[in-house]
C-alpha cells in the first residue's frame, strides 16, 4: 500500500479533482465542519496524504501522520510549518490521549483491520474527543449502485491509464470493495469504544461521512 501511494504522488490530487469532478473539496469541507474539539487541543489527521483535509482545520493545530513519505513531503511542502509524521494505523507512533480529536479522509478502505485501526485511533484521542471519517461507498438503491460500479470500472482505469498510472487506479477500484457498508463501520467504531456513533451519505451519495465521540 505504502509504495503504491509513494508512486502516485505527483499526480494525486488533481487526479482527485478529476475522478470526483471536484467533489473531494466539499467532502473534505464537510468532514472537517463536522468536528468539533475543544479549544487547545491538538487534532490527528489520520492517512493525512498531502494534507489537504487537516490544512481545514486552521487554526487548531493538526497533526498529519501517513505510511508514504513522499505523500508527506508534498504535504510539508503545501501545507508548510505543520508537523507530519510517518507512521502505520495500527501502530500510531504517538502517547495515550495526546489528541482532542481526530479527522481521516479516504484512508478506511485501504486498512485490513478496522477494529485495529479503531482501537489504535481511540488510543491516542483523550475520552470524549470527537472523530469524523470520509471515505468512498457504494450508494443504496440498484440503479446508483450500477452507476457507480460503472464509472469505477471505466472512467477510474481510463484516467489512471491516461496519468501512466493504470495500476494504481486499478488498487483504487479494488480497494472500494473492501470497505464494509457504512452500518458495518459504525458497529466497528462502536465495538471499539467510540460512542455517538453517526453516520450519512454526502451528496452525490457515493460517500459517507461517519462522526463519533471517544467514550
Ligand atoms: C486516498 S489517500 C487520502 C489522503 C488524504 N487523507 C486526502 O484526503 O486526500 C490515502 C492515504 O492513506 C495512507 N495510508 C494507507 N494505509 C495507511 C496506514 N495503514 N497507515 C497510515 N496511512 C495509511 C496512504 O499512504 C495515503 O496517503
Not at 74 to 90: C, H, L, N
Not at 138 to 158: K, M, Q, T
Request: a positive charge.
Amino acid at each position: 500500500v505504502r509504495r503504491m501511494f509513494d508512486d502516485v504522488v505527483p499526480r494525486y490530487d488533481l487526479l482527485n479533482d478529476l475522478l470526483s469532478a471536484g467533489w473531494n473539496r466539499r467532502w473534505r469541507r464537510a468532514t472537517a465542519t463536522a468536528l468539533v474539539v475543544e479549544p487547545g487541543f491538538r487534532v490527528l489527521d489520520l492517512g493525512c496524504g498531502t494534507g489537504r483535509l487537516g490544512e481545514l482545520l486552521r487554526p487548531t493545530p493538526v497533526v498529519g501522520v501517513d505510511l508514504s513519505l513522499p505523500m508527506l513531503v508534498e504535504a510539508r511542502r503545501r501545507v508548510g510549518g505543520r508537523a507530519f509524521v510517518q507512521g502505520s494505523a495500527f501502530r500510531l507512533p504517538f502517547r495515550d490521549r495526546s489528541f482532542g480529536g481526530a479527522v481521516s479522509g479516504f484512508v478506511l478502505r485501504n486498512l485490513d483491520d478496522l477494529p485495529g485501526a479503531f482501537g489504535e485511533l481511540g488510543r491516542v484521542v483523550r475520552p470524549g474527543g470527537a472523530v469524523s471519517i470520509v471515505d468512498i461507498t457504494e450508494p443504496p438503491g440498484r440503479l446508483r449502485r450500477a452507476a457507480f460500479d460503472a464509472y469505477f470500472r471505466v472512467a477510474a482505469p481510463a484516467l489512471g491509464a491516461l496519468a501512466g498510472r493504470r495500476a494504481e487506479y486499478r488498487y483504487l477500484v479494488r480497494s472500494l470493495a473492501n470497505l464494509p457498508p457504512p452500518e458495518r463501520v459504525g458497529k466497528l467504531l462502536a465495538a471499539a469504544g467510540w460512542e455517538d456513533v453517526r453516520w450519512r451519505t454526502l451528496p452525490p451519495g457515493m460517500v459517507t461521512l461517519w462522526t463519533a465521540r471517544r467514550a
